[in-house]
């Protein structure tokens, strides 16, 4: 199993959680639903790591 890093990060996150607010500005529930899809996989790809991915989004599910 691939240990998940899930130390802060980001550099910005407040500019981060502002930009991804905008983002969804003027969307439908569905249109939101579709970005967030988008940029899951964008990211994951950006990750390229399967396993690192697969503990994410197992980390998501646990904490729902």
Same mark, same amino acid.
């Given at each position: 199993?691939?240990?998940? +890093? ?7 996150? +407040? ?12 969307? +439908? ?36």
């Amino acid at each position: 199993m691939t240990d998940l +890093d899930t130390s802060p990060r980001l550099e910005e996150p +407040d500019a981060v959680f502002s930009a991804l607010i905008a983002a969804h500005a003027g969307l +439908d529930p569905a249109q939101s639903r579709d970005l967030d899809a988008r940029l899951v996989l964008l990211l994951a790809n950006q990750i390229g790591n399967t396993a690192i991915i697969m503990a994410a989004i197992a980390e998501a599910r646990r904490t729902i």
